[in-house]
Nanobody, 114 residues
Framework: QVQLVESGGGLVQPGGSLRLSCAAS????????MGWYRQGPGKQRELVAV???????IYTDSVKGRFTISRDNAQNTVYLQMNNLRPEDTAVYYC????????WGQGTQVTDSS
């Protein structure tokens, strides 16, 4: 059974930082591209960042220079370091694993406290 379990969300002031984690089980983790998506209030789910099995990173323009995606294959975990957070970053953040199939976590809420 595949499980992706996110953690690390919470309330944060503008300009603050958070680190999201996603622990994966039930997949051969280092074979999968891992990504973070988000869905803000009244918005469609969008890609935030993805890291390939080979370590290539892609970011959506709005987070470039502020967010960093990384992976620890030994721990079967993908991270999203979010710095200089803005009110528009408020969303539910979802972890995603993709190879021939796609799997999703349950999401973790990130909320601007302003």
């Amino acid at each position: 059974q595949v499980q992706l379990v996110e953690s690390g969300g919470g309330l944060v002031q503008p300009g603050g930082s958070l680190r999201l984690s996603c622990a994966a089980s039930g997949i051969i983790f280092d074979s999968y591209a891992m990504g973070w998506y988000r869905q803000g209030p009244g918005k469609q789910r969008e890609l935030v960042a993805v890291i390939s099995s080979g370590g290539i990173r892609i970011y959506t323009d709005s987070v470039k220079g502020r967010f960093t995606i990384s992976r620890d294959n030994a721990q079967n975990t993908v991270y999203l370091q979010m710095n200089n957070l803005r009110p528009e970053d408020t969303a539910v953040y979802y972890c995603n694993a993709k190879l021939r199939q796609m799997y999703w976590g349950q999401g973790t809420q990130v909320t601007d406290s302003s």
